[in-house]
């Protein structure tokens, strides 16, 4: 399986996501973000960082790159496209996934371990996986997902709510809430459910001696559904 | 603007100083060329109060591949790796403008270790602040900490330990003390040493601006009065340009056409130039009109003087040019050609096609003040009045409530959320353990840092202080497994000028040199900060120490939380019962007086080195050192992090419960192991002669001495985790 991660100026976890894809099994190659063209792949990764500084508006430079164009025709053509936090940022500015991410309710920088209910598994993304709750890291500052009231009702129609943040029981509830979005969404989906963007760094949590290991469930998994 | 004394006074610069620099130069400076000597005679530069003491610290050592003198330290941890790590103080500007005085304070200390072709891989911080009581500690806080996350975070380097703590001798004054470890190959070591004639100086990074102008003068002052007049003297950070910076100077280090570089830390452009000329003994020429300028009309002396972030100096070789150019292209940086190396031996500036500044560099750098300055040796500590019979009478879970709960105990979580700590995925040991642990990328080895200091013990006797700072330091990398090499201080005192603050100084750092020497823990690098003081009012003496070891084999670091129910707990090392300076005397009994617990280095080596033997065999299931609070505050830390309890017995000592378990006597560890272990593990101790107590054997939630001394794992957690969050939410 073949997948890019592209670099933007100020991404910080293309390594790591690189890292992570090869663990897996992927073919990875890193992609500038003045490249036009993708490299043939199977899925693309916009990974965490700082593209821009954050500058203007978390992601919003990054989604006027050179590369996104390409990554735009990619997911609009079907293909497999994530983001994770900064990507995440990305991907809503992009307007590929609806909805916008505001600054974390307590206006704070968070970074630690949390859970998350995986909501929809009927998509590449997380068929097949025996999970139903995953314990996964945060580290952001904007990861308040926000949408109108119209948005949310189609987003949940179309069962586009990816994951959200919940208890280790997979109870969804505001304590459990660490950013104030609403309906502890962490992560999304567009309609056709090939383009996810969550919080989450499913990268971070990949072997034993880290915070954890759920994230190697998720990449163990995608891999085999990509095949 | 023709220079006279007046003038050169209000540089910061002394009478004495002014005359000899019309001495050397046989002619009275023009204004750049003040600003120049200003800039390089600072205390923060020059470290003309200190040099003479810092050459009595212990600086090698097997494994030491570059000491003091450098942008950072060197060590050597085998397979071609090696290790670049320093602290640096950011303390005035800090407390003037909190968040960008910490962020630049971070952003600096980036720059001197990836200056040295190290990808930094983990960030420390040691900060301290006035009475939480304070008005304005609660917003310092706040800001220091947004900054250092701000400008660490968005470097994507792991923030992985810390220390924080509060006393009313910081209120207006506090700390800022950032520290960063790099990884490099031991072949591809960059150093700010200029060689060859007619090479090209680059400058890349950000453009230059009128912000930080004389900052290193400012950092050289005491505070009056009229502080806030100086914010203009903090730089304003950008962690986006530094993380391009970055980039792009590693990728022209993989190449070879770098002969020296440094960054553009304190004095800019002036100490940059000045240091690589100094090093490589030859001259420097720069035409200033090169130099990238964000504003317009700026003048030779704002160029000189400007302290603006994210800039770097280059020596390349001839025929480089274009293509590091291309590099610093493609990552959207400043590069500009200003000038070249000569044989004049002197720094010489042109600007308008004018020689604006003609110095010789010797009279910058070897030429510039040392001074003896007097001090007085620290009095002795004044006996107290602590009563045994009444503290006899004083509840212990009461009492371990209180202390837990004490802003200096209670859990820092609240901080070090804020701080990316798992970026780069080789965290192995988050924020709140004794030392943070990141593993060397791809390998089974790991690097193990902590950050510590003792005001206190150092305000309440300097010379056991100074000691004492360096052996928990070791402490602290032995408790994860992990042995210690070496050590970066950062050495924050009040003013030279004062007979008592420099006796501070002085014995401080002659206990800071005792012990690194016999514990073969040499100072590396580090950097002195004085005039942390408001008016004519020092803080306590305050030494912060950076240590670093190595872990050969990751899989083998231990942690402090219990693991097992049944598993059987070790005090390592003798206690007897030192309450003077101690936590516990100062909170609940209100008692300052006394000396500090003494350090006896021998049974601190031989503890330590025992332990990490135990360790190395896979004897040890859990660790932590006894510090602050005594053996029943590491305990309750072990099992909150544990979330299991301990059944105790108080050994058969002459002392009481209370001093036997709030006492801070040195040398100390908790450990938990398994019982099956117990003999091997008792007879490698009784052999190495180490002392131990037998303390007790873990359960599921309860920390239980007796029926009527007992308290659930629960309620202990709750004192030790909510003061901080409940502090800074109202």
């Keep these: 399986m073949k997948s890019a991660v592209i670099t933007f100026p100020g991404s910080n976890c293309d390594r790591d996501m690189d890292v992570a894809l090869k663990k897996f099994g992927f073919k990875n190659k890193m992609v500038w973000h003045q490249d036009v063209e993708l490299p043939k792949s199977d899925l693309v990764v916009l990974p965490g960082g700082f593209s821009y500084g954050d500058y203007l508006r978390c992601g919003s430079m990054a989604s006027k790159s050179t590369i996104m164009q390409s990554v735009i025709n990619f997911a609009n053509s079907g293909g497999m496209v994530m983001g994770i936090c900064n990507g995440f940022q990305i991907l809503v500015e992009t307007g590929l996934v609806p909805g916008v991410l505001l600054r974390n309710k307590y206006l704070e920088f968070i970074c630690k371990n949390v859970f998350v209910k995986i909501n929809n598994k009927n998509n590449g993304y997380f068929k097949n996986i025996s999970n139903d709750v995953l314990e996964l890291h945060i580290a952001h500052n904007e990861g308040n997902y926000f949408c109108t009231n119209d948005q949310l009702k189609e987003i949940e129609d179309n069962a586009q709510v990816a994951i959200n943040y919940c208890d280790p029981n997979g109870k969804i509830e505001e304590p459990f809430n660490p950013n104030g979005s609403i309906k502890n969404i962490a992560g999304i989906f567009n309609k056709k459910k090939n383009v996810l963007g969550m919080m989450p760094h499913p990268e971070r949590m990949i072997d034993s001696s880290l915070s954890g290991e759920d994230g190697s469930y998720f990449f163990k998994n995608l891999i085999n559904n990509l095949k | ?730």
């Design chain 2, 1 to 730: 603007m023709i220079v006279n004394e007046i003038i050169a006074i209000d540089h910061g610069l002394k009478k004495d100083e002014y005359k000899k620099i019309c001495e050397l130069l046989k002619r009275t400076p023009n204004i750049t060329e003040l600003g120049i000597f200003s800039a390089m005679w600072n205390e923060h530069c020059s470290y003309k109060s200190s040099r003479l003491h810092l050459k009595k610290l212990p600086t090698k050592g097997k494994q030491v591949i570059q000491g003091p003198g450098e942008n950072a330290g060197v060590v050597d941890i085998g397979d071609n790796d090696a290790i670049v790590f320093k602290i640096e103080s950011h303390n005035h500007p800090s407390f003037i403008e909190p968040y960008q005085g910490a962020a630049t304070g971070v952003g600096g200390i980036m720059r001197d270790v990836f200056t040295m072709g190290a990808r930094p891989i983990a960030n420390l911080n040691s900060i301290h602040f006035g009475s939480t009581q304070h008005k304005k500690t609660k917003n310092l806080l706040r800001g220091v900490v947004h900054g250092i996350g701000g400008y660490g975070n968005c470097m994507g380097v792991p923030t992985i330990a810390g220390q924080t703590s509060f006393d009313s001798s910081y209120n207006g004054n506090i700390l800022v003390n950032a520290m960063t470890l790099g990884l490099v190959k031991k072949d591809k070591i960059f150093y700010s040493k200029a060689a060859g004639l007619n090479k090209p100086v680059i400058y890349v990074g950000s453009k230059t601006g009128r912000d930080g102008i004389h900052g290193a003068s400012m950092a050289s002052a005491s505070f009056d009065d009229k502080i806030e007049e100086k914010k203009p003297t903090v730089q304003v950070g950008d962690p986006f340009t530094e993380k391009l910076l970055l980039e792009a100077c590693l990728e022209l280090m993989a190449g070879d056409s770098i002969i020296a570089i440094q960054d553009m830390g304190a004095a800019g452009l002036t100490s940059s130039s000045i240091e690589m000329a100094s090093k490589g003994n030859l001259g420097i020429e720069i035409n200033l009109n090169k130099v990238p300028c964000r504003e317009t009309k700026m003048t030779p002396y704002e160029i000189m003087l400007s302290e603006s972030q994210e800039r770097m100096l280059i020596v390349l070789e001839n025929g480089k040019e274009e293509q590091a150019k291309t590099i610093f292209d493609k990552w959207n940086l400043d590069f500009a050609i200003i000038g070249k190396t000569t044989k004049s031996k002197k720094i010489e500036l042109y600007f308008d096609s004018k020689k604006v500044a003609d110095i010789p560099v010797n009279t910058l750098v070897e030429n510039s003040p040392m001074y003896d300055r007097k001090w007085k040796k620290a009095k002795l500590p004044k006996k107290n009045k602590i009563n045994k019979n009444d503290i006899n009478n004083l509840r212990i879970i009461e009492v371990l409530k209180k202390i837990l709960a004490n802003p200096n105990i209670c859990s820092k979580e609240w901080i070090w959320q804020q701080y990316d700590h798992t970026v780069m995925g080789d965290t192995i040991q988050k924020p709140g353990g004794d030392s943070g642990v990141v593993r060397v990328h791809g390998t089974n080895k790991a690097v193990a840092a902590s950050v510590d200091s003792s005001a206190v013990y150092c305000w309440a006797h300097p010379l056991t202080g100074g000691k004492q700072v360096v052996c928990e330091s070791f402490r602290n990398l032995i408790s994860v497994g992990a042995k210690p090499i070496a050590i970066t201080n950062c050495l924050n005192f009040g003013s030279p000028e004062n007979e008592e603050n420099m006796g501070e100084f002085v014995e401080c750092v002659q206990g800071i040199g005792e012990a690194s020497s016999y514990l073969k823990f040499p100072v590396v690098s580090g950097n002195v900060s004085f005039y942390n003081q408001t008016k004519d009012q020092g803080i306590k003496p305050t030494p912060s120490i950076g240590g670093v070891g190595l872990i050969n084999d990751y899989t083998k670091m231990i942690t402090m939380d219990f693991k097992e129910v049944d598993n059987v707990v070790l005090v390592i090392g003798k206690t007897e019962g030192h309450i003077d300076q101690s936590l516990f005397a100062r909170v609940i009994l209100n008692e300052k007086n006394g000396p500090p617990p003494e350090i006896n280095l021998f049974n601190e080596k031989n503890n330590g080195e025992t332990l990490l033997k135990l360790i190395d065999d896979n004897l040890i299931k859990s660790a932590h050192d006894i510090s602050l609070g005594g053996i029943i505050t590491a305990l309750s830390k072990m099992c909150i992090k544990g979330n299991k309890g301990i059944k105790l017995k108080k050994p058969k000592y002459l002392i009481s419960e209370i001093e036997y378990f709030f006492a801070e006597d040195q040398g100390r560890y908790i450990v938990e192991i398994s019982k099956k272990d117990q003999k091997k593990v008792l007879d490698i101790l009784n052999k190495n002669a180490v002392h131990y107590d037998e303390l007790g054997t873990i359960n599921e939630n309860m920390l239980f001495l007796n029926e009527k001394t007992k308290v659930t794992i629960d309620e202990l957690k709750g004192f030790n985790t909510t003061w901080l969050k409940q502090y800074m939410s109202n």
